[in-house]
């Protein structure tokens, strides 16, 4: 949860920019990618940012600057990707379902597809005849946080499934594509490193199989930031030693060294982010205060899409009177930040902090109820603060309407 912006310049920020704003810092997700490349110690790491947690183009940028890659799922990032200078070699395709004119737009830019579907596999043998791919497998545990988090159960639509192993290796063989990796993500928020410790098990397994052309294992993202004050994450540095002896003695046991790539989005940006927030009115009355605040999950879903706790601060009453009290949105159905939440007394005008809004924030906001989405701010490490994207208007929104209907 931690950031390094003070509350006083958060709401100078608000002031300036208005409200809702999005405020992010630079320094936090440089020291979340400085503690991941600490953590892993093997002779070739590659961090590939999941861009899909936060894909404004001056967080981009700033990731690639300290040496990252990007995993990217629709032609829209790569195409945010590439302009973030980021070399197609150290970017990755990861999608699901999509139509074939996706990878195409890939494989034509030298992006690494990672490929999980049979059909897919056949259309690149036919039209990029020796061209290098990975393969994604669904490890089948059951880890993660919300149940909609999971995607590397059994039954989940991503990635080929265990018992189809010797059919695709049998399958791969006769095709002249050549299985460069071997990828699998288990899912969002996984906080016991013994999950992992299973499903890259079973990952390294796999890869035995397809040992002659391999050059990287792929593990996913997933890595558990504490969200509640109490909360436990993931302990990056003994993870990291666990998974770099391992991966050490697979390469020792393959003869060569490959490369081990991560695909963090939360754990580069969600502490890194804020949401600001106005409050419109206090509900007296009934069991608890409501505090009403001006946005709602058009600008950040999390809360009512996965049942998500999200630590919320009251820059404008931080030493008032401790109260129970509901935080609701103005969005015209349930629309709910906390329930039952012990806060500093909310009035009306207060500035509410909504923390570790990073990630899936504003990459996961939309137009509902025909309301723009608000600026976001970066704050540098010299401490500039600079506006990385305007607030919309409703004028943004007409204009796409326009464009639509022509
Ligand atoms: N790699 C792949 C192939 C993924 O699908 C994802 C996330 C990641 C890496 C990064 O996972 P992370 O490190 O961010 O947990 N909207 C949800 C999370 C959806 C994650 C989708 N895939 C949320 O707000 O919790």
New binding site residues.
Partial sequence: MTSTVSHAILLQLGEQYGLPLYIYDAATIIRQIGRLKRAFTVPHLEI?Y?C??LTTQAVLDLIYLEGCGM?T?SQGEMFMALRAGVPSSQISF?P?GVMLSEYMYALERGIHV?VDQWHVLEWIDRHYPGASVTL?FNPGIEA???S??Q?GRDGSK?GFQAQDLDVLKAFTDNLSLRISGV?M?L????GSSGHFDEAYSILLDIAMRWKDTLQHVDV?????IPYHPDDHALDMDSFGESVSQRFRAFCAGIGRDVTLIL??????V?EAGHILMEVSGVRGGGERPMAFVASGFNHF??PM??D?YHHILNLSNPTGAIVRQDVVGYLCETDTFATDRMLPEIRQGDVLCLMNAG???Y??ASNYNARPRPAEVMVYPDGRAVLIRRAETMDDLLQTDMLMNT
């Fill in positions: 590939r999941a899909k947690a995993d799922v990861t699901s990672h994604r993660g946080g919300h909609k988090l995607v991503f990828h993500h899912g969002s928020d996984i996913g993202g997933g890595f558990k695909e963090p989005g939360k754990y580069l969600s879903v999390r899409n996965y998500a990630a899936y924030g990459s996961m």
